[in-house]
């Protein structure tokens, strides 16, 4: 049974090495396969299928033909890598890998055991493991430049940093003229920040073989590191010479610009990187960045424009675009920003005590600057302006004196001209008109003034009072000059009484002044109503008559009127011997007092509610 | 410092009283800028006024040891028949400023040339924000109220007005009042906000337009 098991499997094995030599190999790998499976014990038999097998590129059958033959002689160490090499193969990189190991650490000595289970690890990602039997090779032909290069990879790979790159050192001194060495010695300088070693390396790689582009590149980052830009520039402008299409060179150079500070032609590398690569998308960002700090901010806008159009949510882009945006219309995004960050305090200027002293001038100060600019807003509405209050007095003495001239026969009741005798009666009348009218007013005129805050309402109505009596005085005065130029005798005999009638007068004018502009706040109405009571007063003040005239009863009750107290008073000064026995000029003092007392009293009491700005 | 204690202040409406503030006791410490915050209606502008002394709080007391300016941003204390020169005239004067001098610096900076010397109401829109900015900032204010706007005109200008703010934030603070967090996180580093009478004081801006936003999204506006 055996024998005839032996005979068909001699013969299979017969046919296969006839059909293998003619070259029929897949006739003869299924023969062979038929062998093996006859006698899967013979060790010949296997011996002779597993060549066969790996020669017939039928890996997986070889791995098993190889395993046979080890479970049959464990001893034959060279049988593991066998079996190594057809599992890797096949990608059963485990099994490989077992093999490998069993190969290299039964035969120590043998540098190509260790090197081929030292390049499965590294396939594996393994790369502490594959350094340890690479070390073993390396140590069994140290000038292997190649090798050791490889040791220093898987080292780094590992993170024995110090001992990969001195490994990578001595792989390139091996053979300075290897360019791979070079370049690995080099990005493992580089990456550990030694870039003066590397760039004496690149130099010299440079020097042998001076149309490697990829070493002047490395040589241009080496140059940046050691902060000397412009060799970096120069090194990158040659390798840009061989190889001109290199999209990664251009970018690099455009980096470099804009370090040196030269946009526009960072600008300028950044477009040709662009042309060659459109889809890089930082790269397109770099660019605009460059086009806006180069100011070529049409560009910088179009391009800005074009990568939004083609990627609408990217924020990046849109960052771009709206610096870009920014940049045009004039807005230092910086300026603005930094404004209250890291802003230098100087010390607060010293402000005076407040003291009354300080309050008064304060005061005085306010009712100077609203006289000044009272004057001239006052009759701004009107052409005729200050004239008005000149021609209202005139018109007045004018009027009475042409209708009463007729009508008494030429002689006015005191005094010679009737000019003189209305002027008496019309300039006191008119100064209190004028200051309680003008006064009630003062508020909704100035309404938005007293937004200023150092003006308050008593400040805005006692300007317009002061402002009244000004304007009233001078009148007065330009009057007296008129009359004395037409040659009347016009000159008053108490100046000193005629200023204390006039002052005490606008006094209680002040005081019905406050009164009105309380008054008027509260009811928009009584305005009006004073007018008519001032239009009533005419008739009862003894403007165009003397109290004189006048039945008893009638002038006791009249004699209250400050008015007509006042227009006595100033009569009095004016007409020699003119001093009738109701006029009280104590009454007109006191009473005056009394309302402006009351007056001010009512406007401090109400201040807060007199007016409200909206 | 401006401090107020106990300050109350409502308004006539047709619905009734409104209280802008309602027994409100708060600092505005010297050294720092406010930002205060509050929706539209709030009465921001009113705290304001109260704050410069423009107007008087129904109850309550407002004490100021420094200089306050009058609200930036309101043009309407001009009066039309008036010049820009007899205006700024007029604040020098108000405020014991030496009159030439504040007026060749606003005429330089309000960038008004001839109109400067003509009445008010010639003045486009822009020309009177640009004066009243300029007046506002030729007058040595410890303390600068802001309504809303900082920064007026075109860029150029909004430019130039940052600028000078930048320039007298050195030794003056800003209560600046608005709903503009950009503006409000430039220039401020304390915050306050104002609403149904309160003011709620933050000792750090974040915080505050942080509570601000919740708020105002809270309340659905």
Redesign the interface.
Known sequence: MTGAVAERAAFCRRRAEELWHSGRHQEALGFARLAFDLQPRDEETVRFCAWLFSNGQDHAAAGAAYERLLALSPEWIEGHRHASGSFAMIGELERAIFHARQASDRDPLSGEFARHAGGLLEQAGRPAEAASYLARAAALSPGDGALLRRLSAALWAAGARDKAVALAWQAWRCDPGDRESAHHAAELLLRCGRCEEAALLLGETIRAHPADDAALRKLSAAEMLRADPAAALAAIDKALLLSPQTAEYHIHRAGLLRRLGDCAAAAEAYGRAAALDPSNGSLRRAQLAAYCDAGRLDEALSLGGELIRAAPDNREYAEGLRHALDRRLGAAEADRGALYAGLLRLPRRPRPPRTAGTALATQLRVLHALLIRETRTRFSEARIGYGWALLEPVLHILMLSLVFAVMMHGRPPIGRHFFIFYYTGIIPYHLFVHTSSGMSHAIASNGPLLQVPPVSTFDVVLARGLLELATDLVVAVILLAGFTALGLHAIPRDLGGVAAALLSVWLSACGFGFLNAVATAFWKGWDKIWAQITRILYFCSGIFYVPAAMPDRVRDILAWNPILQAVDWFRAGFFQGYDPHWLDRGYLVIAGLWVLLIGLALERRLRRRLYEPL | MIALAGVSKS??TRTGRKAVLDNVSIDFA??H?FGILGANGAGKSTLL?LL???????RGVIRR????S??LG?G????G??SGR?HI???A????APIRATCEYVADFSELGEYFEMPVNTYSAGMRARLGFAACLAI?F?VFLVDEVIEIGD??F??KC??A??ER???ADIILATHNHETVR????RGAILANGTLTPYDDIDTALRHYQSLSEGGGR
């Open positions: 308004y006539r010297s050294g800028n006024r410069a002394g423009s107007e008087l709080p129904d040891d420094v200089r306050v009058f609200p309101f309407g204390i001009f009066h028949a008036l007899e005239g007029f604040l004067r108000l405020y014991g040595d410890d860029r150029r909004r430019r940052a600028q703010f930048r934030m050195r030794r430039q220039y401020c580093d």
